[in-house]
């Protein structure tokens, strides 16, 4: 609710995603991360983005996992790296995440990225 950029306050989302974040919660790290990545409420560093993408992701986090792999994709704050991307991407979409399968799906079809091969062919 404070991060809604209508009548929102980013500075009280930037604390209670970092408290959320500090206390191991995923999807805070991630918020936070975004907030660094966009420049919402606090100056754009895409390079603590990275760090919190990466420590939401590390967690389990798909989202950390789908804006870190959105950092090696584009290179931000990292050297560009298509086969981690979409690695990253397939581990978002392993977790479930719809947003994950999209990317890397968009991946494959611009031949940036192969599927891996599904387990039932790879073991015959």
């Excluded at 989302?13 to 191991?24: F, H, K, M, V």
């Excluded at 392993?94 to 039932?120: E, F, I, Y």
């Amino acid at each position: 609710m404070y991060a809604d950029g209508q009548g929102g306050d980013p500075k009280r989302a930037l604390e209670l995603y970092q408290r959320a974040c500090n206390s191991g919660n995923n999807k805070g790290c991630a918020r936070l991360a975004e907030m660094y990545d966009k420049g919402e409420g606090v100056e754009k560093d895409q390079k603590r983005a990275v760090e919190l993408y990466q420590r939401a992701c590390d967690g389990g986090g798909e989202m950390g996992c789908i804006g870190l792999a959105d950092a090696y994709e584009k290179g931000k704050a990292v050297p560009k790296d298509e086969k981690r991307a979409a690695e990253l991407y397939q581990r978002a979409c392993d977790g479930g995440s719809q947003n994950g399968c999209t990317s890397l799906g968009q991946m494959v079809l611009d031949g940036k990225a192969w599927p891996r091969t599904p387990r039932a062919l790879s073991s015959s």
